[in-house]
């Protein structure tokens, strides 16, 4: 009933920039936490930086001051800027949205992941 499409993902060189898209669609009444999380081969999976209720976002320690979220409400939309990538940036990253239907039942929905490969 909700729908992630991710956008942006791909190869970049070490240093490089990538800018990653989610946009929500659906029978959405309200979202209350969106954002993108990790995992790469043999790791558990981890945040990277999300909107929390009440619009505070938190990052991971990894992600501080080279990862940016970002939003767009009347878009459903949370972008990620990704800079200064580093080869253990390398993941699948996966969008994933919380809140609540039209029908005031509570969702969660991840979107299917978006390869980052961050190598020279």
Not at 41 to 69: C, M, Q
Not at 91 to 115: D, H, I, K, M, P
């Amino acid at each position: 009933q909700v729908q992630l499409v991710e956008s942006g993902g791909g190869l970049v060189q070490p240093g490089g920039s990538l800018r990653l898209s989610c946009a929500a669609s659906g029978s959405i009444f309200s979202i209350h936490a969106m954002g993108w999380y990790r995992q790469a081969p043999g790791k558990e999976r981890e945040l990277v930086a999300a909107f929390s209720n009440g619009g505070s976002t938190n990052y991971g320690d990894f992600a501080k001051g080279r990862f940016t979220i970002s939003r767009d409400d009347a878009k459903n939309t949370v972008y990620l800027q990704m800079n200064s990538l580093k080869p253990e940036d390398t993941a699948v990253y996966r969008c994933n949205a919380e809140g609540l239907l039209l029908s005031r039942q509570r969702f969660v929905s991840w979107a299917q992941g978006t390869q980052v490969t961050v190598s020279s």
